[in-house]
């Protein structure tokens, strides 16, 4: 199937799908886990922004379109963040953008391109690749203190109330390193210097959340970067050595992801022992998405991990001239075939595996389903 002109002539950054309520409300699979929460906050970027972006920057960028409920996706369907509110029993999270919304059973302040550090930290370091607007963590934070005041009203009532919703914060820290890699970052400095910057940034935003009076946090980790066929296209190497034989991933840039994941794992370990009240879940994007790639048919990807469903040719089918969105992508007839959607992110059917295995395991630490139960039965 050949679009002239993608669909609603977006442009390359992302494809965004206006879906059916109607479809989106439909069951996942698996059945529903015992209604525990009340509501569900979510923090992050591309991966789990559920209409932000288009919110935010409607009408400021070109072929920007508006879209009723329940906005625009990064994805041909569902992300984790959807199907995790459909098996806990909570509506899909509205975007914090959307004023006016009832936010009483949770909200989503995710966008698209967002960033753990402000984007002051990358002007002082001479990084301007970053767009210039400001929709980092802590600017989600904010948003987070003008949604609180439209669902409690003391310090007490919102402390309770907090206390029976989870809280997913991220992804957080791909853009970043995006950024930097662009800025033509070394691989060192990037490691020495980024990475531990963004894992403080994440720790300091999840305490903040603590002190609201958050119990359970759910805390993603970076996907496989050199797996992704954005990075494979930008950053082709003719060492064959600068590949994984086992993957056809490129190595620099999934060990900074599995840096920055073993950072953040310590700290947030040690942030659970600070606050022995909350639960702190680390969940992995990593681990699965590698699997896909060594072994995609395993998965029902017949079609690989490495190569976009939509996109614009190219040994992964990714092409910035003529990306997703843009006239001269093409969409392929099977996404749940492909791990990758439009280059950047996944298809529904892999949001779909991942979060199912955060709530039941094995690639949450521990799985929310757990925590769930002993909270019930304590």
Request: some cysteine.
């Amino acid at each position: 199937m050949e679009t002239t002109r993608g669909f609603l002539g977006l442009p390359s950054w992302c494809i965004v799908l206006l879906c059916l309520a109607a479809g989106w409300m439909v069951a996942a699979e698996a059945a529903a886990l015992p209604q525990y929460y009340n509501a569900i906050f979510s923090f992050g970027d591309s991966f789990s922004d559920t209409g932000n972006f288009v919110i935010i920057n409607s009408g400021k960028l070109p072929n920007m379109p508006k879209f009723p409920p329940p906005y625009a996706r990064c994805s041909n369907g569902r992300l984790v963040i959807d199907f995790l509110a459909e098996r806990l029993g909570v509506p899909l999270l509205p975007p914090s953008a959307n004023k006016g919304t009832n936010f009483s059973q949770g909200a989503n302040f995710a966008v698209m391109g967002a960033t753990a550090l402000d984007l002051k930290y990358f002007r002082d370091n001479n990084v301007w690749s970053i767009p210039p607007f400001n929709t980092s963590m802590n600017c989600q934070l904010e948003w987070f203190q003008e949604v609180k005041e439209t669902i409690c009203s003391s310090p007490q009532e919102c402390k309770e109330f907090f206390g029976k919703a989870l809280f997913v914060f991220g992804e957080l820290g791909g853009n970043d390193y995006s950024f930097a890699w662009k800025a033509e970052w070394s691989l060192e400095k990037v490691k020495t210097q980024m990475v531990p910057k963004v894992v403080e940034s994440i720790i300091g935003g999840i305490e903040a959340l603590l002190d609201e009076g958050a119990r359970h946090v759910l805390v993603p980790g970076n996907l496989p970067a050199g797996c992704i066929p954005i990075t494979l296209t930008m950053y082709p190497s003719e060492d064959r050595s600068d590949y994984d034989p086992r993957t056809g991933c490129l190595k620099k840039f999934n060990g900074v992801a599995l840096y920055h994941n073993a950072v953040l794992r310590v700290a947030l370990n040690q942030l659970q022992r600070r606050r022995p009240d909350s639960r702190i879940i680390y969940a992995d994007y990593y681990t699965p998405y590698i699997q896909f790639a060594r072994t995609p048919h395993l998965y029902g990807y017949k079609r690989g991990a490495l190569r976009a469903c939509c996109g614009g040719g190219g040994p992964y089918n990714y092409n910035m001239s003529s990306s997703c969105g843009l006239p001269g992508a093409t969409v392929c007839d099977d996404p749940d075939a492909h791990v990758s959607w439009d280059g950047i992110h996944l298809t529904e059917a892999p949001y779909r595996f991942i979060a199912n295995t955060w709530l039941k395991g094995p690639y949450a630490h521990p799985p929310l389903a757990s925590v769930v139960r002993d909270d019930m039965v304590y």
